[in-house]
């Protein structure tokens, strides 16, 4: 599994240098913004670096993990420091710290508390990254849960006026899911050896173990066996983040009251975290869950299902939102249906569909956050309703904004296309009824972002807007980059499909046709 | 040296496919300059002549020289057949030779390819394919396109986006010419939804006005539902062949044609299902482009956008493409499917000309016709007439353009689009009527204009397959025939209201005049085009008509399921019966036009008041509107609300209600612990400070008292023992 034993610590580097930006801003006067904000953006921008050098020393044609470091941390339990990356999280590792210095210059604009803000914008990126590169399951969860706490004080600090209610719900919903994962962990852990010393987390071991069918048979408790309830736990915890249908209600809110920056962090990197989390844990280590006698269990069936809800249901209750940024949240809910199809799949099309997917939105609903957060600024209401010829006040605005919405709705030549269209072709040869009912999200989702369109940007000039200006230079340079991810993953999704490719076709193996 | 022996046509093919590509670019990253603001037509103008040029290139070698398509089926269709009558193209295939003359030239052979993924498991090769049908549109396009590039620069003028105009043209004919030019179903299938996208924002090009955007959105999403249906016969296509490349499938389809494999059965169908199945869900996407019944709703609001875009788009090349598409995989089509396609047809062209009979909108009118025309296209090759479709799509584009860029002009010169407010411009347009009648000729089928060669091709082969297949299959023949007749009607009536008669409006009529020549050069030679056809037998074709190079494909689905090629030649007969009978409807249509407006005996108003109901339904469109608004959109619509209440008041509520029993069950334990455990707790201090002050009384500092407790505590302790003793 591992190709290379890192000696340089690259990926410890990218995870923690922004703890070195967190003390720096700590001794930082309260009063010096401009110190603060440019330690934040060079402390952001030094893991963006870090994540190029990455991106060109990455081997695309291993499918193991690279970057390798391993250090023992709590030898009474076997707990060690593990990090390692493949071409499935390595991507996202390159995703988030490019979407932390977005973040970061963003936020350029916040006057409350900046001294706070930007360290735990700082501590939010070590604990996103943390949960990409773990390859111990404890270290994973304890970053998971690092994540969660920045998440909090950040909307419920900076957030609109119903931050309080929103930062509570994020939080508890979320912690409610990791204590299941909590669990479920500490099981694996017990059942990975009869004796202490034999029993561990390492991610690595427990998909060896869990591949060769360790968990497959185990006793039953109220009537489900263990691997069930292990795929359950662990499934409700990621199904959280990602957010699957019933769980997706706290998305919303979130989105609605958080600051333009925190959206972006939200939308762009921790709804990625759910479906990586499946993939790494729950795929890699639990396939027998999946795949059983040469078919898809009911398990499988679930995830298609759930992915078919999240895409139909997604798109309609994103129709009948009048608030910009709630119609962006729940169009996040339909496209990470996309992600549960492919998912569900489990051969190479579907998982690189879903994989594309992830990466994609990144860009696309960040950008589409970034753009809700400029007409936000200016107009102070983000009613859809109320707006009206933007296209005639702000034709740069209006031009990058019909670049993300139809990156957003699929258009092919965009981003979006890929992760979609890849989805469904590796999810019809699984699930062809569910996939082609899964379609109608499509053709809603066009609708809604179509509307969107023609009354925001469309119709005659309204005089409440007249005095509105284009696009600052800080706001165009937050949006161009996004924009041309949009366009160069459109024309050229081999960038992203050739990295990927050989870790997708190891976990796609695991799902064999036998 | 042979042009098509080495890689050079791929980069013709790059250079008509990437210029347009980097003239919208140019107008985009440039729109703030002064040049392109005041100039925005120059670099454009620049790229589609280039592209027109090389397209012209591609065109002479591989149709004029005959240089692609030397397989010997192609070969024989290009050289040494004899000259076949006018109707019979379409040669069936020898038997044993499923070769397809059409995939003759392909980029790939000549390492020109673009991997744009590669998953492991789908992998598409982007190659370039060059063929007669390939070169042949690749000119009808960049031609119409260059036309309407430069009569825009005169039409557009003025108008504050006169660049992002021109850079949309651009972007449009960037993914008309990419349609065209790919291999591959899944790309085709992505050019197909960039040419939307384009259409989208050039119908809603002036977008402060109320119309435009509505008319947009409708464009856009009929569209979309065509496409889902387009993609979801990708998706079976790729589960049957593992591939999406058009020569692959092609291959793939050949073998089970010639019995060396047979395509397992899917979803428990057989592969005779499986692959109508398939062709009926790929064809969704051409009946929503190439506005279909009953998918055709968005064509005529999309006459909202800039007339020349009327003409490039919604006339001569993105509608078409649907026609197109359905050419480009023929040989997947199987007879089931292609009788739908005969029968969607046969209802576009009776339903969409019925309504261009009343509409008094000219651009309204000229785009029923067109759907009327590519219904006639989609009839054609349904019942067969493969050749006689695709060269329809070529003379209708060409007098398709030319009538709608002599309705801009028109437009150009009243300001309005009502027929009713016009009358009597022959004398102040001339050359805009003189070609718009050239082009109506052409349109109504008179013999010798180019519309008649085409129009009596499908014709002939509607007959004989109506012939071959019993009664009920003539419907699509009758209306091919009468649907001459009609269409002659309402163009004859569409330029007695325009330029015949007296001016119904003193005041715009004495304010118009005939437009610049940027506008009427275009005109002229569209019109020119319009009669001037490759019907004829050409000497620069080597004597061959242009139909008699656009070889069928076998029909490797129906030869799969064991049905063989349909149908022969007509022979001389049929086609000078056809001529004869095109001929007679054509004059029925002008007898009744002259009698109607010209006589006025009885003018159209007794006509109207005769056919009261079946003029209200036509003249409201058959209520397609209506029944869409009241089924589709509203239970879109109402599904979303419901979805919404749904997720607000019950999902959200049963979340919020967790988060609710939770507090109080937290509460209750808070006032379990406040009231009955701290209860206890301070009872058990309650006692004892109680207690305690009691006590405390006996303590009293008194030495005597305390002697008399000692005293008194041990008699009692003495009397006790003494007693238990």
Same mark, same amino acid.
């Given at each position: ?20 930006? +967190? ?90 508390? +900046? ?112 691997? &069930? ?68 269990? !009911? ?42 199809? !492919? ?33 936000? =600024? ?80 469309? !119709? @005659? ?29 459109? +024309? ?16 796609? &193996? ?5 | ?152 620069? &005169? ?17 449009? &004919? ?212 493969? $050749?006689?479709?695709?060269?329809? *799509? ?29 009358? !009597? ?42 012939? $071959? ?67 004829? @037998? ?48 054509? +004059? ?54 419901? *979805?919404?209440?749904? =997720? ?78």
């Amino acid at each position: 599994m591992i190709s290379t034993i890192d000696s340089s610590h690259l990926l410890s580097w990218i995870t923690l240098s922004p703890l070195l930006g +967190v003390l720096a801003i700590l001794f930082t006067p309260r009063e010096k913004h401009d110190v603060i904000k440019t330690l934040a953006a060079a402390f952001t921008g030094i893991p963006l670096i870090l994540a190029g050098w990455l991106y060109f020393k990455f081997d695309q044609s291993q499918a193991g993990y690279q970057f390798f470091e391993d250090m023992s941390w709590v030898d009474a339990f076997n707990i060690r420091y593990t990090v390692g990356v493949d071409g499935l999280s390595s991507p996202l590792v390159v995703l988030t710290c490019l979407l932390m210095f977005f973040a970061v210059f963003s936020s350029w604009n916040i006057e409350k508390g +900046v001294k706070g803000y930007f360290m735990l914008l700082l501590l939010l990126a070590v604990g996103i990254n943390g949960v990409f590169v773990s390859l111990d399951f404890f270290l994973f969860y304890v970053y998971w849960e690092l994540m969660l706490l920045p998440m909090y004080f950040l909307i419920g600090i900076w957030g609109g006026p119903r931050r309080e209610y929103a930062a509570i719900k994020f939080f508890l919903y979320t912690l409610a899911g990791s204590v299941l994962m909590l669990v479920a962990l500490i099981a694996m852990y017990l059942k990975s050896g009869d004796v202490p010393s034999e029993r561990t987390f390492s991610l690595i071991a427990l998909a060896q173990k869990g591949q060769a069918g360790l968990f497959d048979h185990g006793s039953t408790l109220f009537g489900m066996e263990l691997r &069930s309830w292990l795929f359950l736990f662990l499934f409700i915890g990621f199904a959280i983040k990602v957010p699957v249908f019933p769980f997706h209600t706290w998305l919303p809110d979130a989105h609605v009251e958080a600051p333009t920056a925190i959206s972006v962090v939200l939308a762009g990197i921790l709804l990625k975290l759910g479906g990586y989390g499946l993939m790494r844990v729950n795929m890699t280590i639990l396939p027998g869950a999946l795949w059983e006698n040469g078919g898809p269990t !009911g398990w499988a069936t679930a995830l298609a299902l759930l992915g078919m809800i999240n895409c139909v249901y997604g798109a309609f209750v994103a129709m009948a939102q009048t608030d910009f940024k709630k119609l962006v949240a729940y169009s996040s809910v339909a496209h990470m249906g996309f992600v549960l199809l !492919g998912l569900a799949a489990m051969n190479p099309n579907g998982i690189a569909g879903a994989n594309l997917q992830l990466i994609n939105h990144g860009t696309s609903s960040a950008m589409l956050f970034l753009l809700v957060g400029v007409i936000y =600024d200016r107009a102070h209401h983000r009613e859809i309703g109320k707006f009206g010829g933007l296209a005639s006040h702000m034709p740069m605005y209006a031009s990058l904004a019909f670049l993300g919405i139809f990156t957003s709705l699929g258009l092919p030549g965009l981003a979006g296309f890929w992760g979609e269209a890849l989805s469904l072709i590796g999810c019809y040869e699984v699930f062809p009824k569910i996939t082609a009912v899964s379609t109608i999200g499509l053709i809603v989702t066009a609708a809604f972002f179509l509307m969107t369109i023609r009354k925001v940007f469309f !119709g @005659p000039k309204l005089p409440q807007y007249a005095g509105f200006p284009d696009l600052s230079l800080r706001e165009w340079a937050c949006l161009v980059p996004f924009g041309l991810f949009c366009i160069v993953l459109g +024309v050229a999704p081999f960038l992203l499909t050739d990295w990927i490719r050989p870790s997708v076709e190891a976990l796609a &193996s695991l799902f064999g046709k036998s | 040296m042979d042009f098509f022996d080495d890689a050079t046509p791929a980069w013709y093919a790059l250079a008509i496919l990437l210029l347009p590509a980097a003239g919208f670019c140019w107008n985009a990253f440039t729109y703030r300059t002064e040049f392109t603001r005041k100039r925005g037509h120059i670099v454009p103008l620049l790229t589609i002549g280039t592209a027109l040029f090389c397209a012209l290139t591609i065109f002479k070698h591989a149709v004029i020289d005959g240089d692609v398509g030397d397989t010997p089926h192609a070969a024989s269709a290009t050289h040494d057949a004899p000259a076949h009558d006018s109707g019979g193209a379409d040669a069936p295939p020898a038997a044993g030779s499923l070769a397809d003359p059409r995939w003759s030239w392909s980029s790939k052979a000549h390492g020109v390819v673009y991997r744009i993924i590669d998953t492991g498991a789908l992998r598409i090769d982007a190659g370039i394919t060059i063929d007669h049908l390939t070169a042949t549109m690749l000119l009808v396009v960049t031609l119409v396109a260059f036309l309407v590039h430069l009569y825009s620069v &005169s039409y557009m003028h003025g108008d504050k986006r006169f660049s992002r105009f021109f850079a949309f043209l651009q972007l449009f &004919s960037f993914s008309m010419l990419g349609l065209i030019l790919t291999d591959n179903l899944l790309l085709l299938f992505c050019f197909w939804e960039l040419v939307g996208v384009c259409s989208y924002f050039l119908i809603g090009f002036w977008f402060e006005q109320d119309e435009p955007p509505k008319a947009s959105m409708k464009a856009f999403m009929t569209n979309r539902f065509g496409d889902v249906g387009f993609l979801i016969g990708i998706l079976l296509v790729y589960r049957m062949f593992g591939t999406t490349d058009l020569a692959e499938i092609y291959a793939g389809l050949q073998a089970v044609a010639e019995g060396r494999a047979a395509l397992p059965p899917l979803f428990g169908w057989e592969a005779g299902t499986l692959l109508t199945v398939a062709g009926l869900c790929l064809f969704t996407g051409p009946m929503a482009k190439s506005a279909q019944v009953p998918l055709h709703i968005w064509l005529p609001d999309a006459m909202a956008g800039p007339t020349p875009v009327s003409a490039l788009i919604h006339a001569a090349t993105m509608v078409a493409a649907g026609v197109y598409m359905v050419g480009r995989i023929y040989f997947f089509f199987t007879p089931t499917a292609l009788a739908f396609i005969a029968g969607i047809g046969t209802v576009t062209a009776l339903v969409a000309a019925t309504i261009g009979l009343v509409h008094n909108n000219i651009k309204k009118v000229l785009a029923y016709s067109t759907c009327s025309q590519l219904g006639y296209m989609m009839l054609s090759l349904g019942v067969g007439g493969y $050749s006689a479709g695709l060269f329809h *799509l070529y003379t209708h584009a060409f007098f398709k353009a030319c009538l709608f860029l002599g309705a801009g002009s028109v437009i150009h010169a009243v300001h309005t689009e009502d027929m009713r407010e016009m009358g !009597g411009l022959k004398s102040k347009l001339p050359v805009t009527y003189r070609t718009m009648l050239i082009a109506t000729m052409a349109l109504g089928g008179v013999p010798f204009f180019s519309g008649a060669f085409s129009k009596e091709m499908i014709v002939e082969h509607a007959l004989m397959w109506g012939w $071959s297949h019993g009664l009920a299959h003539m419907l699509p023949a009758i209306v091919a025939i009468g649907g001459g007749g009609l269409t002659f009607f309402y163009m004859m009536r569409l330029i007695y209201l325009t330029f015949y008669g007296a001016p119904r409006d003193q005041h715009k009529f004495e304010h118009a005049h005939e437009s610049p020549p940027a506008m009427t050069i275009p005109l002229m030679v569209l019109a020119f085009l319009s009669f001037f056809s490759v019907g004829w @037998p050409m000497p620069f074709l080597g004597g061959h008509k242009l139909p008699e190079l656009l070889a069928a494909p076998p029909a490797l689905a129906s030869i799969a399921l064991g049905h063989g090629a349909d149908h022969g030649h007509g022979g001389f007969a049929l086609a000078f019966g056809v001529l004869v009978l095109s001929c007679l409807v054509i +004059v029925f249509g002008y007898r009744l036009y002259k009698q109607t407006y010209k006589d006025r005996n009885p003018g159209p108003e007794v006509w109207v008041a005769r056919l009261r109901p079946l003029h209200t339904t036509v003249s409201n469109l058959y209520y397609f509107d209506e029944f869409y608004r009241a089924t589709i959109v509203r239970f879109s619509y109402a599904t979303a609300r419901v *979805l919404a209440l749904f =997720d607000s008041k019950v999902i959200d509520a049963i979340v919020n209600g967790v988060g609710t029993v939770g507090q109080l069950i937290a509460a209750g334990f808070a006032a379990f612990d406040r009231i009955v455990v701290d209860g206890l707790v301070n009872l058990n201090g309650t006692v004892c400070h109680a207690l305690g002050s009691r006590l405390r009384r006996l303590q009293t500092g008194n030495l005597q008292d305390y002697l008399a407790f000692a005293v008194g505590g041990m008699a009692f302790v003495t009397l006790l023992f003494l007693f238990l003793a």
